[in-house]
């Protein structure tokens, strides 16, 4: 092991915390309360598909003041689209207003849980004086969903690619979470559950990448 880090960076969704069930589980359920009717495994397909197809949600010419609504337009058009491909977006009489409750939901606790390893490594960290930060390709929803986590207290920075018009695994956002605590790449890890994204996007702008499957550690 080598020498403790000075700063540990830390990715957001699928590392921190994890969707209760699924995204499609959630769309359709809350797709049902407006009368719409469609399976969750086809809406998680379709879901994935949208996801993967869409362009990183950076917006380097926005003002700030429109990053807010630029982010909510990104998601609108993964939703629409994942509704249409499940062949059932014609049966909302108000899909935008479908949407938004589905948007605002995300925003708050309730679809999300924290891994059980993670709050004990937070203390531990702490309490080694490791400085940590949030470095996700999430959106501004990332703030309140810290917040009502009960995580915010831990993070002395939090990156997103939205703010930082640069998404992993760019190192231009990596270079801007680290100018946040005026340390080298050297002195710095990122967790995160993504191969591309944050391990070798971490080791190509320099630092220490660590991958975390969850995928096995939830078995």
């Not at 807010?68 to 990104?74: I, L």
């Not at 899909?95 to 924290?114: D, K, V």
């Not at 930060?133 to 959106?139: K, M, P, R, Y």
């Amino acid at each position: 092991m080598k020498e403790k880090p000075r700063v540990i960076f830390l990715d957001a969704v699928g590392t921190l915390f994890g969707v209760k069930g699924s995204v499609g589980e959630i769309y359709s359920q809350i797709a049902q309360e407006f009368g719409v009717e469609v399976s969750a495994d086809t809406l998680n397909k379709t879901f994935i598909q949208s996801f993967k197809a869409a362009p990183p949600p950076v917006f380097p010419d926005a003002e700030e003041q429109d990053i807010p609504q630029r982010e909510f337009d990104w998601w609108l058009d993964i939703g629409r689209k994942s509704f249409e491909q499940a062949g059932v977006f014609q049966k909302f009489s108000d899909f935008s207003t479908f949407f938004s409750e589905l948007y605002i939901h995300f925003g708050t606790a309730n679809p999300w849980f924290i891994y059980p390893d993670v709050l004990p490594a937070l203390v531990s960290w702490r309490r080694m004086g490791i400085e940590l930060g949030i470095l996700s390709n999430f959106d501004s929803r990332i703030y309140s969903v810290l917040q009502s986590l009960e995580l915010r207290e831990f993070f002395q920075s939090i990156t997103i690619c939205t703010q930082a018009g640069a998404a992993k695994p760019d190192s231009k956002i990596f270079a801007i979470a680290l100018e946040k605590h005026h340390c080298s790449s050297d002195a710095a890890w990122h967790i995160g559950d993504s191969l591309t994204e944050d391990y070798h996007g971490a080791r190509g702008a320099g630092l220490r990448g660590i991958w975390i499957n969850r995928q096995i550690v939830d078995k």
